[in-house]
């Protein structure tokens, strides 16, 4: 990294696969088959399931045994599946962190102004704001 910047860190051995595809193949298993899976997505079947074919190449493995009546997980889809799951939790535990913390204001605030305005006025705001927002 040159001067700490962030923009200029490339990863030694970045993800092989999108993140993305990971998430359809929760989806996938979840709705237990690519038409429910893309139905909930609002995302055709077709790229769903061309996705995931992706995704299996991409690891050297098969994740799910398709049959025209059923679709089930084999080991390795299992395994990965797993993993996932957790993945998606902590994606999603991680935004809403995030809009936790934009939907309520939190910090210091400095008000300078003259003693008589703040008599009259902070006395009678600051009460009801503090009430309001207990983490500024």
């Known amino acids: 990294m040159n001067d700490g910047a962030i923009d200029s860190y490339i990863p030694m051995n970045p993800l092989s696969i999108d ?3 990971l998430y359809l193949f929760v ?9 429910a899976a893309g139905d909930a997505l609002g995302i055709p079947k077709s ?7 992706q995704l299996e190449t991409r ?3 098969r994740l799910l045994q398709r049959t025209s009546r059923r679709m089930s997980l084999t ?8 993993h996932c799951v957790a993945m998606v939790a902590e994606a999603h535990a ?10 309520q204001p939190t910090g210091v605030v ?3 102004l003259p003693v ?3 008599d009259i006025v902070l006395a009678q705001l600051l009460p009801r704001f503090m009430q309001t927002y207990p983490k500024v």
């Open 19 to 21: 993140l993305n595809d």
């Open 27 to 35: 989806q996938v298993v979840e709705r237990h088959g690519f038409t």
């Open 47 to 53: 790229r769903i399931s061309r996705r995931i074919a």
């Open 59 to 61: 690891l050297g493995s």
């Open 75 to 82: 080991d390795a889809g299992q395994e990965l599946y797993r």
């Open 94 to 103: 991680g935004e809403d962190a995030v809009r936790k913390r934009l939907d």
């Open 110 to 112: 400095r008000v300078s």
């Open 116 to 118: 008589a305005i703040a």
